[in-house]
């Protein structure tokens, strides 16, 4: 599908200049391109550094059953198949919500925003937390719920994460 001219031109490259230039190991982010344990360690640290956020050790310390932890994971990675979810994979054109149409389903409508989860958490959620807990992006939402402030009662999160995995 080239031109002549550039594959001769392609084809007139030689490859391996000099036997010297052989290919070698490096160790990529070193400063010297060399393997060092003190190295490999850090990078490792950095990595559980990252994943030690307190939404996470919330979700995984909680009083409640493995599966509903394991779903709660998923809501806070934003992986549940959700009709937006759906739509950006490709296994759907329409990302709206059946029930509230020209409304993307996402993770948060459906656990919160769409009528009749707000119905449930209206239900459950004091009144007096109504604004703050509608009003909170889904990430805020999961860790003022399993992480509650000292305002809220003690034995929330097993009515919170009960209730999400029941939406």
Same mark, same amino acid.
């Given at each position: 599908?080239?031109?002549?001219?550039?594959?001769?031109?392609?084809?007139?490259?030689?490859? &391996?200049?000099?036997?010297?230039?052989?290919?070698?190991?490096?160790?990529?982010?070193?400063?010297?391109?060399?393997?060092?344990?003190?190295?490999?360690?850090?990078?490792?640290?950095?990595?559980?550094?990252?994943?030690?956020?307190?939404?996470?050790?919330?979700?995984?310390?909680?009083?409640?059953?493995?599966?509903?932890?394991?779903?709660?994971?998923?809501?806070?990675?934003?992986?549940?198949?959700?009709?937006?979810?759906?739509?950006?994979?490709?296994?759907?054109?329409?990302?709206?919500?059946?029930? !509230?149409?020209?409304?993307?389903?996402?993770?948060?409508?459906?656990?919160?925003?769409?009528?009749?989860?707000?119905?449930?958490?209206?239900?459950?959620?004091?009144?007096?937390?109504?604004?703050?807990?509608?009003?909170?992006?889904?990430?805020?939402?999961?860790?003022?719920?399993?992480?509650?402030? !000292?305002?809220?009662?003690?034995?929330?999160?097993? &009515?919170?994460?009960?209730?999400?995995?029941?939406?």
């Amino acid at each position: 599908m080239l031109p002549e001219d550039v594959i001769k031109l392609i084809a007139s490259f030689e490859l &391996y200049p000099s036997i010297h230039d052989a290919d070698q190991w490096s160790w990529v982010g070193s400063q010297n391109g060399n393997f060092s344990t003190q190295f490999a360690l850090n990078l490792i640290r950095a990595h559980i550094h990252k994943e030690r956020d307190p939404i996470w050790s919330a979700i995984w310390k909680a009083f409640i059953p493995q599966r509903i932890r394991f779903f709660l994971w998923l809501v806070g990675h934003d992986c549940i198949m959700s009709n937006k979810n759906r739509a950006r994979r490709g296994l759907t054109v329409d990302p709206s919500c059946q029930n !509230c149409p020209g409304i993307d389903e996402t993770t948060l409508h459906i656990l919160r925003d769409c009528p009749i989860a707000r119905v449930i958490w209206e239900k459950l959620v004091p009144k007096h937390l109504h604004i703050k807990s509608f009003s909170l992006t889904l990430r805020s939402w999961l860790e003022f719920n399993l992480k509650p402030p !000292c305002f809220i009662p003690e034995n929330w999160t097993p &009515y919170f994460a009960n209730g999400v995995w029941f939406l």
